[in-house]
């Protein structure tokens, strides 16, 4: 009892960023349902997509982003308008709160969507797949890729995951999309509790300026998430 009363306290002396998760796989009522949320230029794309499993779970996805994002403003989610950076990261435009950060990820049947009203920030989820091609060489820093080569063979898909992830969500939160070289900073590759960056082009900025928090994801799948908390102290906060 005392380390769950300590446990809450730790928490509640934190700034949370709320973590939403659910599966695009959807029956095609709630898809219906969810299709009629989108915007015109969401449907339209929707209906790009070769494939009708994909159509579906962008569906999902877009729609479900709606609702939640919809809910937190008190707006109704087929009003919500979006627009883009120069490098095409969304924001929302919608009346009232601009300053709500979100991010969205998804990877097979999964998304995963952060929201903060304070940092900016990103979000990014993998299912981890086997590679036969040197991925990590083409985007890792040579400090990255000389830690994984170093792994235990059984331990390398999960170093790469957990490295690609959190360089994604350090890449989408900063906003900069692919401009942002991925061999500009360093993340760590480990398991352990507590990350951060391990370097930084003093170009971006300072590590010490960012947090990082590994996601809590089904088996099979490694996440990540990054925040620019200037030295705030952060916590992830799961909502259903």
Known sequence: ML????????????????????????????????????STDEVIRAARFIKERDAMRYVAGRGRLRLILGDYLGIAPRKLTFAYNDFGKPYLTS????????????????????????????????????????????????KECAILRAMPQHLYIPGFYRCWTRKEAFVKAHGAGL?????????????????RLERLDDTIGTPDDWSLLDLAVPEGFF??????????????RYRS
């Open 223 to 236: 996440g990540a998430v990054a925040a620019l908390t200037a030295g705030t102290p952060v916590g992830l």
């Open 95 to 142: 009346a009232s709160r601009e300053d709500l950060h979100f991010n969205l990820s998804h990877s097979a049947d999964r998304a995963v969507l952060a929201i903060s009203d304070r940092f900016p920030l990103g979000i990014d989820i993998e299912q981890a797949r086997p590679m036969e091609e040197d991925i990590a060489g083409h985007f890792f820093s040579p």
């Open 3 to 38: 380390a769950q009363t300590a446990q809450a306290e730790t928490q509640h002396d934190l700034a949370l960023v709320d973590i939403w998760s659910w599966s695009l796989d959807q029956s095609d009522d709630e898809i219906a349902r969810l299709s009629t949320l989108l």
């Open 179 to 195: 401009s942002l070289a991925l061999d500009a900073f360093d993340v760590s590759l480990g398991s352990e509790t507590t990350l």
